[in-house]
């Protein structure tokens, strides 16, 4: 995949404390659905220790990607619109039988029109990246 690529092409500095960050979040994640599925607090401990680097690895590599997106996007001038958010909900709505006033409440009440604007944003640039890509043959 392009995006990918770029990810891994890319070589520019991330802020340490957003690394931590999102880092933290993860593993606060992953916490929670070990507590919710009963699992001992020392085996939590110890799962968290054990996913660390790895949790550390995959929030670097989501920030690297959502500010490649961020970047294609403001320069292509690939922008998120009203209708593309309206069109978002009612696809959603359609997906889960839900009505588009029901699923624009539970986006609105959490908070969730940044990562739906963010996820938008990235299948534009991904198909911008496909439309514009010239692939080659290895020679």
Same mark, same amino acid.
């Given at each position: ?8 092409? @890319? $070589?520019?500095?991330?802020? +340490?404390?957003? =690394?931590? *960050?999102?880092?933290?979040? /993860? ?55 009203? $209708?593309?958010?309206? @069109? ?5 709505? $359609?997906? +889960?039988? @839900? ?11 959490? +908070? ?10 990235? /299948? ?9 890509? *010239? =692939? /080659?043959?290895?020679?």
């Amino acid at each position: 995949m392009l995006l990918d690529r770029l990810i891994r092409k @890319a $070589e520019f500095d991330l802020p +340490n404390p957003l =690394i931590e *960050d999102q880092t933290e979040a /993860r593993l606060a994640q992953l916490h929670d659905r070990l507590a919710e599925q009963g699992v001992p607090h020392e085996k939590i401990h110890e799962e968290l220790k054990e996913q660390e680097a790895t949790a550390r690895d995959e929030a670097e590599r989501s920030l690297r990607a959502l500010m490649i997106i961020e970047t294609i996007g403001e320069k292509e001038e690939l922008l998120v619109s009203k $209708e593309d958010l309206d @069109a978002e909900l009612s696809s959603i709505a $359609e997906r +889960n039988q @839900a009505d588009v006033a029901e699923v624009r409440k539970y986006y609105e009440e959490n +908070n969730l029109y940044k990562d739906m604007a963010i996820e938008i944003l990235e /299948r534009k640039v991904k198909s911008f990246l496909r439309e514009s890509a *010239d =692939i /080659r043959e290895p020679t």
